[in-house]
């Protein structure tokens, strides 16, 4: 069964960081792109990064440039988010996603990410 | 960017009853490039439907898609309780790589 389990998140202060895992199974996690997206309170989710399958290509967007780094260990099927300079605006829901063409397909279940001094 | 616009916010539905959901662009989106999802809380997103009107692995029949250019639709013929949840849409372009719709919410009347 195709399955993707997010872990760390938590409470983070503004200017801080923190961590975001997602563990893979079921499915050839090498042959995938991968992506990271949130959902703030009250908010639509938003894009937030992907990797290439062989992570030699990333992407965020704008709203995380500079700030994020996302990345992958293929050999350990994990899919990371390196969350820095934290801000307010940042607390959100994320979920990692396998992308499938032009569509994300699974979702994790979510971790959630609370930036609050 | 290209905005999608999801109508109703919330529809009120009894089971056996057929949902209509629509899902509006700012710009034409390719069919390829368009699927719906349903979301209860604190479960993982679930994609039902890709490329405008193919059913993912495992939905069953009453869910369809349709549409092509800005609007778009999922429909759920025979709502079944399980079917009560957060469904939205999603497009997939250049910047940003993926938007989504802000939700519709089918609860139970």
């Known amino acids: 069964q195709v399955h993707l389990v997010e872990s760390g998140g938590g409470l983070g202060k503004p200017g801080g960081s923190l961590r975001l895992s997602c563990v893979a199974s079921?499915?050839?996690?090498?042959?995938?792109?991968m992506a990271w997206i949130r959902q703030a309170p009250g908010k639509r989710l938003e894009f937030v990064s992907y990797?290439?399958?062989?992570?030699?290509?990333?992407h965020y967007a704008d709203s995380v440039k500079g700030r994020f780094i996302i990345s992958r260990d293929n050999a350990k099927n994990s899919l990371n988010l390196q969350l820095n300079s934290l801000r307010d605006e940042d607390t959100a829901v994320y979920y990692c996603?396998?992308?499938?063409?032009?569509?994300?397909?699974?979702w994790g279940q979510g971790a959630l990410v609370t930036v609050s001094s | 960017e290209i905005v999608l616009t999801q109508s109703p916010g919330t529809l009120s539905l009894s089971p056996g009853e057929t949902a209509t959901l629509s899902c509006r662009a700012s710009?034409?989106?390719?069919?390829?490039?368009f699927a719906w999802y349903q979301h209860k809380p604190g479960q993982a997103p679930r994609l039902l439907i890709s490329?405008?009107?193919t059913r993912a692995s495992g939905i069953p029949a009453r869910f369809s898609g349709s549409g092509s250019g800005t609007d778009f639709t999922l429909t759920i013929d025979g709502l079944e309780p399980e079917d009560f949840a957060v469904y939205f849409c999603?497009?997939?372009?250049?910047?940003?790589?993926?938007?989504f719709g802000q939700g519709t919410k089918l609860e139970s009347k």
């Open positions: 996603a396998r992308m499938v063409n032009t569509w994300l397909d699974p």
């Open positions: 079921g499915f050839k996690f090498r042959d995938y792109y």
């Open positions: 990797i290439s399958n062989d992570n030699t290509f990333t």
């Open positions: 710009q034409t989106v390719g069919r390829n490039y």
């Open positions: 490329e405008t009107s």
């Open positions: 999603q497009q997939y372009g250049n910047s940003p790589l993926f938007t």
